[in-house]
């Protein structure tokens, strides 16, 4: 066992459902989904955001994935997190539960989200979206680096395509069908409040887009191609409008070469600030 990085408790790796890691939204008896058919009824019977999160973080559909992401949380470390216990489970999605913004991330990250079970925590494009949240007002503090930090959000939800840290940052694309039923009823749960998304890279641009046309949602013909600062609406089925913006990724490969800047970043949350 390794103690957590804030609370000093000890842990396995992975870290079991219930056991006091700060964040989990699982119980030892919360629903485990083994395939995608058990996906699919589990997210269509969430009945809250809250019961949603929990049945993630507990999900083994995705045998490739499984075995990935808990051999990375056990032998596969990275040498400077050695002494930290690993979540190893899939990352829910983080943030307000009433949020009127939502940002679509693509997969958690081997030694980030899958260590520390929150989303764009401990690694270096969270760093960078972090920062850029808090100095737009919808994080509390400008770093995020484990659960029970201390970092809160108000008015943003961070959700993502995939939510297992896969091999190379490629899931199949099985395993984005199967894990694409969670998104569904996180993108249904939370349109009830949400007026934006904003769409990091063209992957979450088209997990976006592919998740409202299957829930029937009007989305324009064609869809514009994704790009820093476009925008197209898209309407629900009970007839509200929602803004997609795309927006670069905030992969250090985008924020090292300076095809993301923290003012190109600032700009888009503002724009949003501004339809929220
Ligand atoms: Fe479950 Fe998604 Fe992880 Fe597959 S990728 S095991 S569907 S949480």
């Not at 943030?95 to 899958?114: E, K, R, S």
């Not at 091999?167 to 395993?175: F, L, V």
């Not at 990091?200 to 299957?214: D, E, Q, T």
């Not at 090292?256 to 923290?262: A, K």
Request: hydrophobic share 40%; proline share 8%.
């Amino acid at each position: 066992m390794d103690a957590h990085p804030v609370t000093g408790q000890l842990f396995d790796s992975p870290v079991p459902p219930g056991t006091g890691w700060p964040g989990d939204p699982a119980e030892p008896d919360t629903p485990v989904a083994h395939d995608h058919d058990q996906v699919a009824t589990l997210a269509a019977s969430a009945e809250s955001l809250a019961e949603l999160d929990a049945r993630v973080t507990v999900c083994r559909a995705c045998p490739r994935l499984v075995e990935w992401r808990e051999q990375v949380a056990v032998s596969g470390r990275r040498a400077s997190f050695a002494d930290q216990p690993y979540w190893g489970r899939p990352g829910p999605s983080f943030g307000d539960p009433a949020a009127t913004m939502l940002i679509m991330g693509l997969a958690p990250a081997a030694n980030g989200t899958n260590r520390t079970g929150r989303m764009f925590t401990g690694d270096r494009s969270g760093d960078w979206l972090y920062a850029a949240l808090h100095r737009a007002g919808f994080a509390s503090q400008p770093e995020s680096w484990a659960s029970g930090d201390g970092q809160h959000l108000t008015d943003c939800r961070i959700v993502a395509a995939v939510r297992c840290a896969p091999p190379a940052n490629k899931p199949s694309p099985s395993e984005r069908r199967t894990c694409g039923q969670w998104l569904d009823r996180d993108l249904e749960l939370s349109s009830r409040t949400a007026r934006v998304v904003v769409a990091l890279g063209g992957i979450g641009w088209s997990a976006f887009l592919a998740a409202a046309r299957r829930l029937g949602w009007a989305v324009p013909k064609p869809a514009p191609k994704f790009g820093h600062g476009v925008e197209v609406e898209v309407i629900t089925r009970d007839d509200r409008a929602i803004r997609l913006i795309g927006c670069y990724h905030v992969s250090q490969q985008n924020t090292f070469t300076g095809r993301l800047t923290e003012s190109m970043l600032d700009e888009i949350f503002i724009r949003a600030r501004g339809l929220t």
